[in-house]
């Protein structure tokens, strides 16, 4: 019996992966969901899982959490510019309950990436290295649910704003993302895999898909990182955010949200949800 432990387990990631692991067959009863709040995690209880408290930044209740398991999907925390510290946490509690096989979610091309994000997650990877522990690393591309959330200014607008120029991006769902990490937690290799969708995007080519499925006039606007960045504080998104996802567009420029590796579809043993089903769905 391989007991499979996966941290932020009520967060849109780790709830999604551990409905993936169940789907791939994992018995609820041999499933560990490691939260921060209990209460949340009552429909888990409900359904066979084993609920566990820890904080990223609590050693001794992460080391408590993890005794006893066997393989452990390790989702990186959501605070950005304190993760470095409180992953390094997560990584020294893992040695210390004698988890067998770490995987951990990063970013695509992380070792490469110019991106503003990747930073923490290469010191992560680094931490991960130098722990001696069994690893993979999930380097995971963009979201396309990030495309939705302000979807409906866009289209009142029917402006599409961005920095991206005419890069590229290759996404897919949560729950594609979710799938390849439940895949390859139980295949149990120890391996890096560069993890995007199936298609290759513009942001010309999504402001047209937009167009196509809600009937409205939407055009891409491309911005200077600067002016997207003030423009996204305009709107209300909060810091630090503004100026993350204004280099996230400039990182699409670059090609650092883009990649021809296959990983993602084959983990999955499927392409990537078609981005028109996404904005359907967000839609309906």
Known sequence: MTTYAVTGATGQLGSL???????????????????RDAAKASPLADRGATVRVADYSDRAALTTAF??????????????????AQHTTVVE????????????TSVLKADTSGLQLAHEHIATEKVLADSGLAHILLRNGWYSENYTASL?????GGVLYGAAGDGKVAPATRADYAGASAAALIAGEPKVYELGGSEHL?????????AEVSGKPVRYQDLPE?????ALTSAGVPEPMPAVLADSDAGIARGDLDTSS???????????????????????
């Open 202 to 210: 513009t942001y010309a080519d999504i402001a047209a898909v937009l």
């Open 262 to 284: 296959t990983d993602l579809a084959d983990l999955l043993g499927r392409p990537s949800t078609p981005f028109i089903e996404v904005i359907r769905a967000a839609l309906s």
């Open 226 to 230: 600067a002016d997207y960045a003030a």
């Open 17 to 35: 992966s551990i409905e993936a692991l169940l789907e791939r067959g994992v018995a609820a009863g041999d499933i560990v969901a490691v939260v």
């Open 152 to 156: 409906q200014p866009t289209l009142e």
């Open 93 to 104: 509690a893992a040695v210390a309950a004698k988890v067998g096989l770490v995987a951990y």
């Open 67 to 84: 005794a006893g398991v066997d393989r452990l999907l390790f989702v990186s925390g959501s605070e950005v510019g304190s993760r470095i």
